[in-house]
T-cell receptor, first 110, second 113 residues
Framework: KQEVTQIPAALSVPEGENLVLNCSFT??????LQWFRQDPGKGLTSLLLIQSSQREQTSGRLNASLDKSSGRSTLYIAASQPGDSATYLC?????????WGAGTKLIIKP | ETGVTQSPTHLIKTRGQQVTLRCSSQ?????VSWYQQALGQGPQFIFQ???????GRGNFPPRFSGLQFPNYSSELNVNALELDDSALYLC????????????FGPGTRLTVT
């Protein structure tokens, strides 16, 4: 059974810092991996999608990597801003569903 | 291109009642998935519909049921509501099965009292 873990559960950093969020999984048989952002009480915003054949994807200040052999993905956020404050979730595409981590709650202090 | 829409936005029901949530998929998408997200947790997969047929189901009881219509819109029905059904219900659409990127609607916040 696929299990997805996100560490840390919460993170608070000063504005301007570069930071890394981690996502680990137990089964490497995945189709893709997505990183999402969720603001309090809101729905999900897709940030990056990495297909299983890819190693990384970049969008603006965001870079996500995927290492299936070690069961890990990281989301790198460069030059963090207060507007980046949100919960970040990773989700693995496996068979017909997405399997989710519980998220990392990120607070960027001005 | 119209994104995924869900209705209603918020809903309050009483324990034991029944509820229907609706989702319109993104234009061109033939697959709809439903997820339940309890407060402070990641979403949990309920089921998926592909071309009007159930294509997979998570660990939810039969009182959670669904439909997909010829225009690929979808409904989630929950009977005999329980307090633990209070959650954000998310709908996602994708193209030709779950291998492809899923696009999410804004969700329906259900409160059961």
């Amino acid at each position: 059974k696929q299990e997805v873990t996100q560490i840390p559960a919460a993170l608070s950093v000063p504005e301007g810092e570069n930071l890394v969020l981690n996502c680990s999984f137990t089964d490497s048989a995945i189709y893709n991996l997505q990183w999402f952002r969720q603001d309090p009480g809101k729905g999900l915003t897709s940030l990056l999608l990495i297909q299983s054949s890819q190693r990384e994807q970049t969008s603006g200040r965001l870079n996500a990597s995927l290492d299936k052999s070690s069961g890990r993905s990281t989301l790198y956020i460069a030059a963090s801003q207060p507007g980046d404050s949100a919960t970040y979730l990773c989700a693995l595409g496996s068979n017909y569903q997405l399997i989710w981590g519980a998220g990392t709650k990120l607070i960027i202090k001005p | 291109e119209t994104g995924v829409t869900q209705s209603p936005t918020h809903l309050i029901k009483t324990r034991g009642q029944q509820v229907t949530l609706r989702c319109s998929s993104q234009s061109g998408h033939n697959t709809v998935s439903w997820y339940q997200q309890a407060l402070g947790q990641g979403p949990q997969f309920i089921f998926q519909y592909y071309r009007e047929e159930e294509n997979g189901r998570g660990n939810f009881p039969p009182r959670f049921s669904g439909l997909q219509f010829p225009n690929y819109s979808s409904e989630l029905n929950v009977n005999a509501l329980e307090l633990d059904d209070s959650a954000l219900y998310l709908c996602a659409s994708s193209d030709d099965g779950a291998d492809y990127e899923q696009y999410f609607g804004p969700g329906t916040r259900l409160t059961v009292t």
